[in-house]
């Protein structure tokens, strides 16, 4: 069964960059068939979907922010990881690392880490 | 993107009632919709999967119907552990990945 860890910085100044890395426990990154995401979800709002990436390095973002995120696997640390740059307020929230599944007919988030709350500061 | 609408925003119930949460598709998406529970503090859990698949280990007194653009989440005899925010998900047209804004069951 995988446990998925968030770890980084719960504070980051408005501009700079925004790093989160989830530790992967209880199975292989690179072995695994499933894809690593990141979600969010700002204080009293919906969940966003942030970005995925499968263990070949195959990746793909939400629009929205702009080109503003990376997600990298480290597979020799079974670890995988955020970036977002250009952070602002608007980026406050938990953040939560998930893995997701595909079916014949849908694509479901089926594992999650506790979450970070990350919090933007001028 | 495809914008996911749940209803109602929130709304209260006691334990033994039977439970009805409604999410909309701005466009259709076959039956590629899914189903979170998230209690406060806690990440989501995945309940139903495909429309209505149930997850391993999720009770049956859950449920889930639709397709197209309109699907319904239904809990029957709602127990006290399901008070929660629940959550609809689309992976029909990706990306984006989008969820519904959530529906908080409260006593």
């Known amino acids: 069964h995988l446990q998925l860890q968030e770890s980084g910085p719960g504070l980051v100044k408005s501009s700079e960059t925004l790093s989160l890395t989830c530790s992967v426990s209880?199975?292989?990154?690179?072995?695994?068939?499933?894809?690593w995401a990141w979600v969010r979800q700002a204080p009293g709002k919906g969940l966003e979907w942030l970005g995925s990436?499968?263990?070949?390095?195959?990746?793909y973002y939400n629009p929205s922010l702009q080109r503003r995120a990376t997600i990298s696997v480290d597979t020799s640390k079974n670890q995988f990881s955020l970036k977002l740059t250009s952070a602002t307020a608007a980026d406050t929230a938990i953040y939560y690392c998930?893995?997701?599944?595909?079916?014949?007919?849908?694509?479901?988030?089926?594992?999650w880490g506790q979450g970070t709350l990350v919090t933007v500061s001028s | 993107d495809i914008q996911m609408t749940q209803s109602p925003s929130s709304l209260s119930a006691s334990v033994g009632d039977r439970v009805t949460i409604t999410c909309r598709a701005s466009?259709?998406?076959?039956?590629?919709l899914n189903w979170y529970q998230q209690k406060p503090g806690m990440a989501p859990n995945i309940l139903i999967y495909?429309?209505?698949t149930l997850q391993s280990g999720v009770p049956s007194r859950f449920s889930g119907s639709g397709s197209g653009t309109d699907f319904t989440l239904t809990i029957n005899s709602l127990q006290p552990e399901d008070f929660a925010t629940y959550h609809c998900?689309?992976?029909?047209?990706?990306?984006?990945?989008?969820f519904g804004q959530g529906t908080r069951v409260e006593i």
């Open positions: 998930a893995t997701h599944t595909s079916t014949m007919t849908t694509r479901y988030f089926d594992s």
């Open positions: 209880g199975g292989s990154i690179s072995g695994a068939t499933s894809y």
């Open positions: 990436i499968y263990n070949t390095g195959n990746d």
């Open positions: 466009q259709s998406i076959g039956d590629s």
């Open positions: 495909g429309t209505s």
């Open positions: 998900q689309q992976s029909s047209s990706v990306p984006p990945y989008t």
